[in-house]
C-alpha cells in the first residue's frame, strides 16, 4: 500500500496540474456560456452532457499522460490506418445534419438508448497528429527530399480526402491542414522548400474551388464579402455580428444578453458561443477569454520547447495548432471574417467529443514532459 502511495505521490509531483488548471478554467468559462445559451431552451441535457463531458475529460487527462506515447511509435501505422477506418465508419453509421454535413455518429440511431454522439473526425485529429509526428521522425534527416515530401504529402491529403468524401466537413478538413502546415514549418524542414510549397498550396485552392467545393460551400465564403449572394446563409454570420457588437465594452450583463436570451442568434451555445460571451461579458470579457487561451498556447509551446526529442517537440506543437487553428477560425467567424465552417471554441463550446478531445490532448502533452529522455530520438 505505502508503494502504490509514493509512486501516487511522485506521479502527482511530476503531473503538469497548472496546464489542467488553464483548461479547467476555460471549462469553467464554457459551462457559464452553455448555460446561458441554452436556459431558454427548457431542457438541462446540455449541462448534464458539458459537465459529463468535463469530468470525463479530466480522467482521459490523467489516463493518458500515464501513458508512454514513444511505446507505441512503431505501431503509428496501424493508428494511421485505424483513423482511416474510423472515418470511414460514417459511411455506414453516420448521420446527416441540418449543415449537410455527415460528421455524427448518434447512438439512438444505432438503438442505444443514449441520446449522445460521437464526431470521428474530432477523435482523428489527436491520431492524425500522433502518426504525423512519427512519420516526420522517421524522415527527420531528409525531410527537405522530394520523396519524404510526398509522403508526409500522401498521409495528410489522403486522410483528409476520406474525410471530405465521407462527410462534407469542410471545417474538419481546413483544421487538419492548418496542423499539417503548422507541424511542416516546425519540422526542421528548409524554408527554400516550405515558402514554395505554400504557394503551391496556395495555387491549388483554384481547383479546390472549381471541382471539388459544393455549391453551399462556396455560398458560405462568398456571404463573407457580398451578404446579397444568399441573404439566407448571410444569416447566422451576420446575427453573430449584430451580437458581438451588441456588447460594447462591458457587457449587457450574464444572462441579460438580448441577441442570446431571446434567441435570435442560431446555434449560439456551439459555433457561436464567442458571439454569446461578447454580449453578455463585452469586449473586457472576450479579451480575458482570448489572453487564457494565448496563455495555453503558449504553455504548450514552451514545453515542446524543452522536449527531450523531436517526436514529443512535434506532438506539442500539432496540439498547440490544433488549438491556434480552431480558435482562429471560431472567433473569425463570429466576427464575420471567416466563412462560418463549424468548427468549435475549444473548451468552451457545447459538444462532449470536443471537450473531451481536448483534454486529452492536454493529456498527451503532459505524459511527454513527464518522461524525460537524452537525445536518443532527436
Sequence with gaps: MKVHLRSLWEYIKKCDLGLL??????SVIGLAAVYSAT??????????????????GILAYFIISAVDLDKFGDFWMWAYLF?????????????EGNTGNRSWIRLQDLGIPIPLGIQPAEIGKLIYIFTLSRHMYILRDKLDRLTSLVQ?????????????????????CVAYMGIFVFMLFASGISMKIFLPLCGAGCAALVPIWKFFLKGYQKTRI????????????????????????GGRLTGQGYLQGAMNQHARLPEKYTDFIFATICEEWGFIGAVVVLVIFSFLIWKILHDASWADNRFGYLVCVGISSMLMV??????GMCLGIMPVIGLTLPFISYGGTSVMTMYTALGMVCGLQMRKRPDRLR
Design 21 to 26: 488548471a488553464i483548461a479547467l478554467v476555460l
Design 39 to 56: 436556459r431558454t431552451l427548457n431542457s438541462n441535457k446540455y449541462m448534464y452532457v458539458q459537465t459529463l463531458a468535463v469530468g470525463l
Design 83 to 95: 483513423n482511416i477506418l474510423l472515418q470511414l465508419s460514417l459511411i455506414f453509421l453516420g448521420t
Design 152 to 172: 508526409l504529402a500522401a498521409h495528410t491529403l489522403i486522410l483528409v480526402g476520406v474525410i471530405y468524401l465521407t462527410s462534407s466537413d469542410l471545417g474538419m
Design 222 to 245: 462568398l456571404v463573407l464579402f457580398d451578404p446579397s449572394v444568399d441573404p439566407v446563409v448571410a444569416y447566422n454570420g451576420l446575427r453573430s455580428m449584430m451580437t458581438v457588437g
Design 326 to 331: 480552431q480558435i482562429l477560425i471560431n472567433v
